[in-house]
T-cell receptor, first 115, second 114 residues
């Protein structure tokens, strides 16, 4: 089955700097790669996702890149702000025959943005 | 519009008690997922419903765990004879339909088994 590794486990940056979180996956059949942000006491919130037919996607300060050959994908946050502080999870998923995506999550990255 | 809601938000149970956790998905969403999130870890898949049909229960850790969605909307996750290792946050997520990948998560139920 699918296995997702996420690095680093913690990341501390100064406000305005960029942050990069990297994930690798094992199942070449995976075709959907979302990133979630989880704040304390809340459920994960989707911030961006990418599908296997796309190499890069950007939404304002957030971008995701996907390298299918190497089976890794990365989250890039530019011009970080204190409100970006949270735990970030990557996930990977193949499409199952029933037409659904079962998400396999990484262990998470705790991002701290210092003013 | 309303998002996914879960109740209770917190549950303390004595070892051996049965618990029931409720999930109200976004109205009209066909797909419903349950995940278990241990402290400091990513969510782990438990089970999947497509309308009222439970199509995948491969992640349920034991036969003490049971989930249902009888009318294709509200779902209940039941844990019988709770054990300390069941302590975790239980997350529910829904998505609009088939081949609709975006999953919207609820706030979770934090279960503590003493």
């Amino acid at each position: 089955g699918e296995n997702v590794e996420q690095h680093p486990s913690t990341l501390s940056v100064q406000e305005g700097d960029s942050a990069v979180i990297k994930c690798t996956y094992s199942d070449s059949a995976s075709n959907y790669f979302p990133w979630y942000k989880q704040e304390l006491g809340k459920g994960p919130q989707l911030i961006i996702d990418i599908r296997s037919n796309v190499g890069e996607k950007k939404d304002q300060r957030i971008a995701v890149t996907l390298n299918k050959t190497a089976k890794h994908f990365s989250l890039h946050i530019t011009e970080t702000q204190p409100e970006d502080s949270a735990v970030y999870f990557c996930a990977a998923s193949p499409m199952f025959s029933g037409g659904y995506n079962k998400l396999i999550f990484g262990a998470g990255t705790r991002l701290a943005v210092h003013p | 519009g309303a998002g996914v809601s879960q109740s209770p938000r917190y549950k303390v149970a004595k070892r051996g008690q049965d618990v029931a956790l409720r999930c109200d998905p976004i109205s009209g969403h066909v797909s419903l997922f349950w995940y278990q999130q241990a402290l400091g870890q990513g969510p782990e898949f438990l089970t999947y419903f497509q309308n009222e049909a439970q199509l995948d229960k491969s992640g349920l850790p034991s036969d003490r765990f049971f989930a249902e969605r009888p009318e294709g909307s509200v779902s209940t996750l039941k844990i019988q004879r709770t054990q300390q290792e069941d302590s975790a946050v239980y997350l529910c997520a829904s998505s609009r339909g088939l081949a609709s990948e975006t999953q919207y998560f609820g706030p979770g139920t934090r279960l503590l088994v003493l």
